[in-house]
Nanobody, 126 residues
Framework: QVQLVESGGGFVQGGGSLRLSCYAS????????TGWFRQAPGKEREFVAA????????LYADSVKGRSSISRDNAKNMVYLQIDSLKPEDTADYYC???????????????????WGQGTRVTVSS
């Protein structure tokens, strides 16, 4: 099992950047493919980015492609999401998620993830 804790959210002016962090408990974090999702007020949860166990395969949603970067540091049990050129439509609660250890690759489908953090709120002003 793994427990996830996000941090780094806050208020950001449009055009700015933000780096979200996700800490995973446990000694085998390198065995979990991870992803970031977000949920805006009144909307469904949507995929943002995902990274495989060894960071060799990365996926991005079209909405953030080209202005975001997902990375992980398995030695520190950390996953990061950097988003640049933030827009008001990036305002949402951001969630870190991990798949079962049976899967080495990340996924854009939230149903494929077994573990979720509590979320961190990002608010982007116009």
């Amino acid at each position: 099992q793994v427990q996830l804790v996000e941090s780094g959210g806050g208020f950001v002016q449009g055009g700015g950047s933000l780096r979200l962090s996700c800490y995973a408990s446990g000694r085998t974090f390198s065995m979990y493919a991870t992803g970031w999702f977000r949920q805006a007020p009144g909307k469904e949860r949507e995929f943002v980015a995902a990274v495989s166990r060894n960071a060799g395969t990365i996926l991005y949603a079209d909405s953030v492609k080209g202005r975001s970067s997902i990375s992980r540091d398995n030695a520190k049990n950390m996953v990061y999401l950097q988003i640049d050129s933030l827009k008001p439509e990036d305002t949402a609660d951001y969630y870190c998620a991990a798949r079962s250890r049976s899967y080495s690759l990340g996924s854009s489908n939230s149903d494929d993830y077994s573990y979720w953090g509590q979320g961190t709120r990002v608010t982007v002003s116009s």
